[in-house]
């Protein structure tokens, strides 16, 4: 069954660091773009970052460029997020998903690991 | 910036009826446009691509409709696992954006 496995949450404090995992399994990982996508408890979603399936382009969101890091190691069928400079604002649970085929459409979701910043 | 906005925010909707979302973009997306479902605890899942394209395993009473900026989503008749909140998001330019959903409650 194609999968997505997320790891890495946690509680950390405004200003902290954290790096997300996203274990995929099941699919050609090296051939999909993939991505971040977060939701504020009791919001929407809210796309994050995207990387291409060879690692060499990455986009942002205005709200995380310069503080979020997205890349991927194809050889481990893993994708990660590097946040750096967390804020109270930054709280959510982040999903990883597989762009579709050629269209940056998500078909495929993860169960979502869940980031609080708070003191 | 494309701002994707939907309405309405809630629709009240009997088991059987029919209903009708709507989605406008702020300016053109073309048919680069997204339909996902989310249940309470759970991940979203993708119902419609490119506008009006069902993804895999999408029963046929999805279906999806509109180009340029004005989009629909309409589930002929609803059945008791179509209650959830159901968000639109488009592709063409960056950022990606969603819109901020519609949820589908029993009437």
């Not at chain 2, 209903?19 to 993708?46: D, E, H, M, N």
């Not at chain 2, 629909?72 to 909140?85: C, H």
Request: hydrophobic content about 35%; aromatic content about 12%.
């Amino acid at each position: 069954e194609v999968q997505l496995l997320e790891s890495g949450g946690g509680l950390v404090q405004p200003g902290g660091s954290l790096r997300l995992s996203c274990a995929a399994s099941e699919f050609t990982f090296s051939n999909y773009a993939m991505n971040w996508v977060r939701q504020a408890p009791g919001k929407g979603l809210e796309w994050v970052s995207l990387i291409n399936g060879g690692g060499t382009s990455t986009f942002y969101a205005d709200s995380v460029k310069g503080r979020f890091t997205i890349s991927r190691d194809n050889s481990k069928n893993t994708l990660y997020l590097q946040m750096n400079s967390l804020r109270a604002e930054d709280t959510a649970v982040y999903y990883c998903a597989k762009s579709y085929s050629g269209y940056h459409a998500f078909d495929i979701w993860g169960q979502g690991t869940m980031v609080t910043v708070s003191s | 910036e494309i701002v994707m906005t939907q309405s309405p925010a809630t629709l009240s909707v009997s088991p059987g009826e029919r209903a009708t979302l709507s989605c406008r973009a702020s300016q053109s997306v073309s048919s680069k446009l997204a339909w996902y479902q989310q249940k309470v605890g759970q991940a979203p899942r993708l119902l419609i691509y490119g506008a009006s394209t069902r993804a895999t395993g999408i029963p046929a009473r999805f279906s999806g409709s509109g180009s340029g900026t004005e989009f629909t989503l309409t589930i002929s008749s609803l059945q008791s696992e179509d209650f959830a909140v159901y968000y639109c998001q488009h592709y063409n330019n960056w950022p990606l954006t969603f819109g901020g959903g519609t949820k589908v409650e029993i009437k």
